[in-house]
């Protein structure tokens, strides 16, 4: 199956090399003009309902001070600019991210089920913010030690999973995806233990909320720092494209075209490992995105990845961005874990692309 989505890549790209194909333009701007329009209409929805335009306008006021003079309600401003854009701009990057590394993922291992935490980080993150919420592990670091915890939580998991890797030799795909499971495994039981013996029936239902990933602690405090992370990985996934084209195709395709698929993908690895651990420490797991994303988006423009990366990024924005919606507007005044909508809508889109797929794949 991986051979088949993955030809395109050995042929010579048909604009030449310079960069963009024409046929695949429109759906690139397609993708990012509704992802700027999702964005923009999502921080309007809400029990308090705002226009789009007075959204712009209060986002205009704070960022370049235009509009000069305030038209809108105080309350509208408060909601718009110390609530919702922070939570919402979170959901994008975070959707972004988890699309382009499911992206890189899928090419690095030659396998299309391949997504964000199968290397076991997400389940590190898990058990380092568990430990922080029902024991109060690291709460010297301040206001944000469930955050840190759990994005030391994900480095662990890493460091794990490159040992056992590398354990008999080189990195290889067979010995990542084995190496990821089990750790995963194993730090899902022991989540599941720090819950078990937890006193507060309160601290547990927190923990399993968090698992379940949420945008309600999104804040101006945290952001920058996942904005730069998370946008820094995304950018070093899309310089190595011309690699991910080649490691799809083989190792051997690799090498002979003069890439060293042992480093590309040590580094590459590490990238995802640092973006999903940042996601995941911010917004809790939230599963299906970067699994669905890159195949709507391999379907949309192709498996070329200087057009793959960037349609997932635009996608995985949209889909967790509405996803966001659902959550905190299908039962109020309660918010469902965002894991859940994303599970649930997600399911259906991938058994759709399942069907979908050649009879020899």
Partial sequence: MTAQLERAPARAPADGG???????????????????????????????????LTVIQIIGHHTIGVPGDVTWA????????????PRVL????????LGVVGTALQALVRNPLAEPYILGVSSGASTG???????????GLGAHSVSLMAFFGALGALAFVLALARSTGRITPSRMLVAGVAVSYLLSATTSLLILFAESAEGARAVMFWLLGSLANADWSTLPVGYVGMTAGMGLVFWWRRRLDLLALGDETAMASGVDPGRTRLVL?????LCVGLAVSLSGGIGFVGLAGPHIARRLVGPIHRHLVPAA??????????????ARMALQPRELPIGVVTGVLGAPVLIALVRKLPHNT
């Fill in 269 to 273: 690895v590490i990238v995802v490992a």
């Fill in 90 to 97: 979170l959901g994008a990057i975070v959707g972004a991210s």
């Fill in 74 to 85: 105080r309350t509208d401003d408060a909601i718009i600019w110390e609530v919702r854009l």
């Fill in 313 to 326: 990024a635009a996608l995985g924005a949209l889909m967790l961005v509405w996803a966001d919606v659902v």
């Fill in 18 to 52: 310079s960069g963009w194909s024409w046929s695949r333009r429109p759906a690139l701007v397609a993708l990012a003009i509704g992802a700027l329009v999702s964005v923009v209409v999502a921080i309007g929805l809400g029990p308090v309902g705002v226009a789009p």
């Fill in 129 to 139: 913010a568990a430990a922080a919420i029902l024991f109060g592990v690291g709460a």
